[in-house]
């Protein structure tokens, strides 16, 4: 029976724990959860007050950085953007270098078939290097 209770006894101190240290504080100090307020009527509107006050430096905290994290993914955008600006560039040179010189594409199409021979070449050794780790 003194098993239970040492097992509930546990189980309850880890769940207080949990509960008193839940909090947002990578947003900012003041981002966590607050303590309940006690005693006197005055003593407990004080308190409520710098709850409230800590609460909206937390509020302007998550803010500031839910604006960091917006102008990171915008940032990241336009990268994207430029990126695919130059890819369609590219494809735009190459398929004017196609129309303009047929004698390139023999060449690409060579080198193209020699890509996909070596790519065979190397996929069927992995394959018979990895039968042989299966074999034994």
Do not use: W
Request: charge should be positive; charged fraction near 35%; glycine fraction near 2%.
């Amino acid at each position: 029976m003194n098993f239970h209770y040492t097992c509930l006894f546990i189980v309850g101190f880890l769940v207080v724990h949990l509960v008193q240290t839940r909090d947002l504080s990578h947003f900012s100090p003041s981002c966590r959860v607050q303590p309940i307020c006690t005693g006197k009527r005055a003593e407990r509107i004080a308190c409520l007050d710098r709850q409230i006050e800590e609460d909206k430096k937390c509020v302007q905290a998550i803010k500031n950085k839910k604006q960091r994290t917006e102008a990171k993914i915008l940032e990241s955008t336009n990268k994207i953007k430029r990126i695919d600006e130059v890819v369609d560039r590219l494809r735009k040179l190459r398929d004017e270098c196609l129309v303009r010189t047929k004698c390139n594409i023999g060449v690409l199409r060579k080198t193209n078939d020699e890509a996909e021979q070596l790519i065979t070449q190397f996929r069927r050794a992995d394959s018979e290097k990895l039968m042989a780790e299966i074999n034994g």
